[in-house]
């Protein structure tokens, strides 16, 4: 089912995630290794994909998927589109790879450097099964009691292996509001530049959201935090997966009610007010803002310069 035209990376997944069938154990074991059974591998945190002009991620049928299920730790049930159906494998375990004869033509690499490159649905596809695998990778052991834990319900939960314990762990998502803030009296847009960008300059500011904290709270906390910038108005826009490894980038506007700019904390090195202009200066410039289709920052910016 679609939701909503796609916007950005990894909201055009259109997966039936069948929950109802990830306590089948019956036709998970009979399905998963089925003829329509697609396998998504992914190796300590990167995702198989196709080398070429056109790279392509490597979603396998066939042979190449059951030799993909022979050698993985855990095989996650997906979910399925038509009578096709989807399973993540964990291969973190293996040391090299292409010990167990991948297709030809094809190697582990990180998604994100290769996300535009790829069909968006497949690269959302890549992206549910890297957070997946991720996070069994690390929820190996029981966090009350440190025993080993199991995967269970088609890869969706780990269950502690001590019985005197039993506690069940599921996957987690990490909040993370990103926001656009406008000026309180120019047509202006408050973006920083954050220490961890590589090229990129300048972007929208963004934060985890932390317990007990709503998120209207965690937009101008964050915006306060890194600028010293007061707002109000806080609005819901869109939200973007980014399960690198485990968030949702929940995306706001917001209004600035002071304009004096300090930064903080040692999170942003500088931020500034734009006008429109001069985004779009920076737009020509390639590494300047974030690349458009690709993020919900971009897609926040590009909301407020066209909006007039
Ligand atoms: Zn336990």
Not at 64 to 90: C, K, P, V, W
Request: glycine fraction near 6%; charged fraction near 20%.
């Amino acid at each position: 089912m679609r939701l909503m035209n796609s916007r950005f990376y990894y909201d055009d997944i259109t997966l039936d995630r069948a929950h109802h069938l990830r306590t089948d154990e019956t036709w998970l074991s009979s399905n998963l290794s089925g003829s329509n059974a697609r396998v998504i591998p992914v190796w300590q945190n990167q995702s198989l994909i196709f080398a070429g002009d056109r790279p392509e991620a490597a979603i396998l049928g066939g042979t190449d998927a059951e030799n993909i299920r022979q050698h993985a730790s855990t095989l996650i049930f997906l979910g399925m589109e038509g009578d096709i159906i989807y399973s993540a494998a964990d291969l973190s375990h293996l040391e090299d790879p292409h010990s167990i004869n991948l297709p030809n033509n094809s190697g582990f690499e990180d998604l994100r450097r290769l996300a535009t490159t790829l069909d968006p649905i497949d690269a959302g596809y890549l992206a549910y099964a890297r957070a997946l695998v991720h996070w069994h990778q690390n929820h190996l052991f029981c966090g009350v009691c440190g025993t080993a834990t199991v995967a269970g319900r088609g890869g969706h939960e780990r269950a502690c292996a001590n019985q005197s314990c039993g506690k069940v762990h599921f996957p987690r998502t990490d909040p993370t509001v990103i926001m656009l803030v406008t000026h309180p009296t120019e047509e202006k847009c408050l973006l920083g530049h954050n220490k961890k960008f590589q090229g990129l300059r300048f972007s929208t500011i963004a934060g985890f959201v932390e317990p007990g904290e709503m998120l209207e709270q965690a937009v101008a906390r964050e915006v306060y935090e890194e600028t010293n910038i007061e707002v109000v108005d806080v609005e819901y826009k869109a939200s973007q997966p980014w399960p690198f490894p485990a968030s949702i980038m929940l995306g706001f506007r917001a209004h600035a009610v002071t304009t004096e700019i300090i930064c903080h904390d040692q999170e942003l090195i500088e931020a500034k007010w734009f006008s429109r202009e001069e985004v779009l200066e920076m737009a020509a410039g390639n590494e300047a803002l974030p690349p458009s289709n690709l993020s919900i920052s971009r897609w926040l910016i590009d909301g407020w310069l066209y909006e007039k």
